[in-house]
């Protein structure tokens, strides 16, 4: 069966620490694609990046990262020097093949940046 | 251009009634999705549509349902409301089935929080 773990509940950090979120997922297909979304406190899911099951390849976008490992099952997120406009909530979301809306989410890691 | 927009945002209803929300999608995205965020089960996968065609559907009861209309607008409906239906529902539009770049990413709207007491 399909899961998604975010093992953190909540992060706390002063402004300007790095921070890493980690996701951990399971699934029996060859073919999926994992998200991450950010979640203000206006409830508007916000999409931040999607990966491919055949692209391992790090990715870079300003101050965030990414490291997908399939090894591990991981796609581990990381935000360099925090901001508090980066408190949210941020989940982590697979979804099985590219035909598909459907969208397994972990239960979330809420970022609290503290200046 | 013009995100995904959902109404009511707000609404309160009473154990028993019924409720419609409503979601216009991203203009030229054919493909709507419906999720539900409460505190306990988080963010569940209720049903998606394509071309007015249910595509795939979660596990929920059948009080749950939806529709996709020619414009690809979508309304969910659920009847005989629940304490526990209470809960964000969420809307998202993609190209999914559609040729073009960038397909199965999901844009959701603000939402419509329902509250029943």
């Known amino acids: 069966a399909q899961k998604v773990t975010q093992a953190q509940t909540e992060i706390s950090v002063v402004e300007k620490e790095d921070v890493t979120l980690d996701c951990v997922y399971e699934?029996?297909?060859?073919?999926?694609?994992l998200f991450w979304y950010k979640q203000p406190p206006s409830g508007e899911l916000v999409f931040l990046i999607r990966r491919n099951s055949f692209d391992e390849q790090n990715e870079i976008s300003g101050r965030y990262s990414w490291n997908f490992q399939k090894s591990t099952s991981s796609f581990n997120f990381t935000i360099t020097a925090s901001q508090v406009v980066d408190s949210a909530v941020y989940f982590c979301?697979?979804?099985?093949?590219?035909?598909?809306?459907?969208?397994?989410f972990g239960t979330g890691t809420r970022l609290q940046v503290f200046p | 251009k013009a995100g995904v927009t959902q109404t009511p945002r707000y609404l309160i209803k009473t154990r028993g009634q019924q409720v419609t929300l409503s979601c216009s999608p991203i203009?030229?995205?054919?493909?709507v999705s419906w999720y539900q965020q409460t505190p306990g089960q988080g963010l569940q996968f209720l049903f998606e549509y394509f071309s007015e065609t249910q595509r795939n559907k979660g596990n929920f009861p059948g009080r749950f349902s939806g529709r996709q209309f020619s414009n690809s607008r979508s309304e969910m409906n659920v009847s005989t409301l629940e304490l526990g239906d209470s809960a964000l529902y969420l809307c998202?539009?993609?190209?999914?089935?559609?040729?073009?770049?960038?397909?199965?990413?999901?844009?959701f709207g603000a939402g419509s929080r329902l509250t029943v007491l």
């Open positions: 979301a697979l979804s099985e093949g590219y035909n598909t809306d459907k969208l397994i």
């Open positions: 699934t029996r297909d060859t073919t999926y694609y």
């Open positions: 203009s030229g995205h054919r493909s």
């Open positions: 998202a539009s993609s190209a999914t089935g559609q040729a073009v770049s960038g397909a199965n990413v999901l844009t």
